[in-house]
Structure formats: C-alpha cells, structure tokens
C-alpha cells in the first residue's frame, strides 16, 4: 500500500471504484461541505474536492478536506499548478499528509481567464506532469525536486486527469502513460458522453498496457437539462456532447428525470468496459442526485475494509 | 523582435499634459517594423495631441525626432541637446529605450508612449504573436521549434492540457494551441518519440524568477585604455 487510502483499498480489493466531486463553497462557511458529507457518506469511496475549479476562488481544497474528514469520508484533494509555485504544492503536500490527507489528484488547473480573479499573475511552475514526478518523488525517496532529501515524507496516492475528448485525440492515450511514468496510481476522466469515442480511447489505452499501470474512473456528469447540454456542447472546450444526447435530452417530458437515467444508463455500460476501475461522478452542484444515481447504478453497498 | 502597441491617445494627452517642451522620441528599430513608434507614427502622434489642444485652446511645444536604436547609448548621444532641451521626452520605443535615456540623464523625465507587449513576429501585415518568452534555456529542438513556455497559456511542458479542441487553445480560440501544433509537427518529422519523454521540472533560475539577468561577457568587454580610446572618437 502507497498510503493506505480506502481508494487505494477498493481498488488494490478489485472492487468497481466510485468517487464523487464536492464542490467547496464561495465563502468560509463550512455548512455545506458538512451537509454534503453527511448526504452523500456511504455513497462513494472517496470525495474529491475541487480546487478553485475554474478559477473562482472558493475555500481551499485542503480546508475542505479537513471539514469533511471530520464527517468521516475520505477526500481527495485536487491540488492545481495554477496558483502555486514548487515551493507552495510541495509545503501543501506536506500540510495535507500532516492533516491526514491520503489522495492527492495532481492537475495543471483551468486558466485564470475563465474564473472571477481575471488580473491575476499565472505561477504554472510546474505541469500535472512534472507535480505527479514530484510528488512520487517525495512519497518514495523522500526527496524534493531541488534535491533536498526529507524525514517523514508524506504518504500519499497519486491521482491524475486526462481528458480523451480533447485534441489531438490520438496523442491522449500516450499521455496517460506519461503520467503513470510520472507517478500516477489512478485516473478520472473528463465527463464521457460520447461512449464510442471514450471506448476507442480505451482501446489504445488497453493497446498500450496503461490501464494495468494506473486505475481509470470513467468520469459521469448527471445533466439537469437540454440546456445543460447544449452548453456542454457548444462553449466548454475539450467537451464532446453527441448531437442524440442533446436530442434525448430536449425531447424528454421530464429533463431532470432523463439526465439522472441517462447517467445510470451510462455507468452500467462504463462497468462493462475493460480496463475501467471506477467511475467518478462530478454532479456539478448537484451533489443531492448522487445517491440515488450510485444506489439505482446498482453500486451499494460500498466496499468496508476492516 | 520587440513588439509594442501606443498607449491609448488619452492617456499619453494626460500624461503629458503638466509639461510644455515635449520631446517626442522614436525608434527606427522593432517599434518602427512594428508600425508602434517609427517615425510615422511619431508624426501622427505628435498632430493627434496637437489637434486635441487645439480643441481645449491648450499650448504645447512638441518637436519629434527618430534614432536608430533608442537602446544604444552611441545613438542617443547624437540627440542629447534635445533631451537636456525639453521638459518631457516621450519615447516612442520600447520601455529599454525610454529606460536608456531615463538611464542616461536621471534629472529628465522619460515617459513611456508605447506599451511594450512581447518577443513576436509579423504573421502578416497587421499582425504580430508571441514567440518567446526568454526564459534563458531555450528547448525548442524538443520540441519541433514550437515554443511551449511562449505559446502555451500554461506554459506547460508536458502538453497539451485537456482544453485543446479543434487545435485551438482554450483560452482564446482564435490561438493556435501550442502543444496540439507541437504534435503535429513532430509527427511530420517523425519525431514523435521526443512527446513520449517526460520533460521534468523546468528549471526557471534562467528566467526572470532568478533576479534581473545581466549577462556579462567577460572576452567583448572592452579594456580601460579601450574605452579611453572610443571616448575620445566621440
């Protein structure tokens, strides 16, 4: 065991993973992480928290972390380059492994162009790539990437995106691979809609022996309307929304309702495909839908290790 | 080369507006290919801020002249009568320019009339982009002669990011993404093995996150009596 994370424990069991995104609110209130946590506990292994996902500035990853592990769930925090530079993710890393923080999801992070903090000054030291090599290096050997070897490093298990729908398609595979060279022990994908393009992705990630190097969470999105599609579709860059969904989606009496079946419908088929460990739900402040789609997805109950 | 852009005609009007003796200063070097601050545009300005005095019945002296390179000291030399004449020179060059002669006779005021933007190239006419950052380790021969730390908005070195669609990039979709175009052109070469390799950590000590860069060649710098010797050409 790398750290010991009851992810790792579901995964390492053979077991059909499920993780789910909690959003951290725009304020210190931690409330709703409290609320969340306790709705959604028993639903999935572990929950990720974003960190100031797009660019808005809501309360720290790790903050949450810390208020939702007191709920009795197991986070993951996502830690970007965005916003901090070597010194900074490397001193968090430590700080979330001195506060119990056992996954760490490793991502470049959304440009600050789309978030509310548009003047702000990029830091982008680091790449997802080069922070999982670093992070792996600090788990294992205890060693910083200036060199500097470390006491009590942290223990941690080491998470990474990648997003098959973006181009160039045919690279993305290959760059899955780089990071489980980099140190990646699982993966969450972008939202899959286009299942026919997720499984020719999967096939050249078979093809090339990746997914026996890292586990895959297929990545779901519960949509609450056509419109939700629509926009999905059309002004969110590296997303693929099939022109049958957005159809299925706007022909349906109750949208809601077919959103919620759809993404059922979705990780029954994503537990069929070879080489996909798990399915990650980002319910996209919709977290109170989460239960019911892991429940009638045939999910509980949820795997305990003694 | 060095690609600027006029600061906004109100701005540079309020900036100057305290002062009566302007000198307005360009440069015939990337500001003047850059169609920023050459002599055209030194002229233009020059009748654009007269016009807008004329307007508000406002007096001002503006005289323009152009140099051949507002970062060399040899060529602001020639114009140092004007300088020590006027009681603003605006420069028409990049930010070293105006900061060359700021540099050289700290008691003048030396206001910048250019934003400077980039290390670009004319695509076309009309048109300038970013190509380098100088950073000061230069890895294009990785990379297919592409520039990931200037044409990638994360400068990563491990790209693309997942907001590469079409080969756009996601922050402003009229760009090229850096990295999608780094693909292909390493895939045309056969070189695609060089994506596969992991570049790790980028050493950023080079850059400007190491401190202001003062590069000193120790074999070009000239000898005491060298010097002597240029001082008395001049």
């Not at chain 1, 409290?34 to 660019?55: P, R, S």
């Not at chain 2, 050459?38 to 654009?48: D, R």
């Not at chain 2, 294009?140 to 200037?150: E, L, N, Q």
């Not at chain 2, 860069?213 to 010797?229: F, I, M, N, S, W």
């Amino acid at each position: 065991m790398k750290a010991g994370s009851n992810l790792e424990k579901v995964f390492e069991a053979g077991k059909f993973a499920v993780t789910a995104e909690i959003g951290p609110p725009q304020s210190a209130n931690p409330e709703p992480l409290i609320h969340h946590a306790k709705m959604l506990k028993g639903h999935a292994d572990a929950f990720n928290l974003t960190d100031n996902q797009t660019a808005v500035v809501r309360l720290s990853s790790i903050a949450s972390a810390v208020v939702i592990m007191r709920e009795g769930i197991e986070p993951v925090i996502q830690m970007t380059c965005r916003d901090r530079n070597r010194i900074a993710l490397q001193s968090d890393l430590l700080g979330a492994g001195a506060l119990g923080v056992k996954n760490v999801l490793c991502l470049t992070g959304d440009h600050q162009t789309f978030g509310n903090e548009k003047n702000a000054k990029s830091v982008f030291d680091f790449d997802s790539i080069s922070e999982l090599q670093t992070f792996n290096a600090l788990r294992t050997e205890g060693k910083q990437v200036g060199g500097e070897i470390i006491k009590d490093p942290p223990k941690v298990y080491l998470g990474c995106a990648e997003n098959p729908f973006a181009t160039p398609y045919e690279f993305r595979a290959m760059r899955l691979a780089k990071k489980a060279t980099a140190g990646a022990d699982f993966c969450q994908t972008q939202a899959i809609f286009d299942m026919d393009m997720f499984e020719k992705w999967m096939d050249e990630v078979r093809a090339r022996g990746v997914d026996k190097r890292v586990h895959i969470l297929a990545g779901v999105i519960p949509m609450k309307s056509a419109g939700a599609a629509r926009y999905m579709k059309n002004k969110v860059p590296g997303m693929i929304v099939p022109n049958d969904i957005v159809d299925r989606m706007k022909n349906a009496k109750d949208q809601k309702e077919e959103g919620i079946k759809l993404c059922i419908e979705q990780i029954e088929h994503l537990k069929t495909v070879k080489g996909v460990h798990g399915v990650h739900i980002m319910p996209v402040a919709w977290e109170e839908m989460v239960p019911r789609i892991v429940k009638e997805a045939g999910l509980l109950p949820r795997p305990t290790f003694a | 080369m060095i690609v600027a852009k006029r600061k906004p005609m109100n701005e540079i009007a309020e900036m100057v507006a305290p002062y009566k003796k302007i000198t307005v200063i360009g440069c015939r070097s990337c500001v003047a290919i850059c169609l920023a601050g050459g002599e055209k545009e030194v002229k233009m300005l020059i009748s654009a801020l007269k016009v807008k005095n004329r307007k508000q019945g406002k007096h001002q002296e503006f005289e323009g002249l152009v140099v051949e390179r507002q970062c060399e000291k040899e060529w602001i030399k020639e114009v140092e009568g004007k300088v020590l004449g006027s009681d603003l020179v605006l420069s028409m060059a990049c930010s070293l320019g105006a900061q060359t002669i700021g540099d050289m006779y700290p008691e003048k005021l030396v206001f910048p009339g250019l934003n400077t933007g980039m290390f670009g190239v004319p695509e076309e006419q009309g048109v300038w982009s970013e190509k380098c950052v100088g950073c000061g380790d230069c890895v294009i021969h990785t990379t297919g002669g592409i520039c990931p730390v200037a044409r990638c908005a994360k400068s990563m070195s491990n790209g693309p990011c997942g907001g590469s669609a079409n080969g756009k990039c996601e922050v402003n979709l009229e760009v090229d993404c850096a990295w999608s175009a780094i693909y292909d052109r390493l895939k045309l070469q056969n070189r695609l093995d060089l994506i596969e390799k992991i570049s790790p950590a980028k050493d950023w000590s080079t850059s400007h996150s190491g401190g202001r860069r003062v590069y000193v060649r120790e074999d070009a710098k000239l000898t005491p009596h060298q010097k002597k010797g240029k001082e008395g050409t001049q």
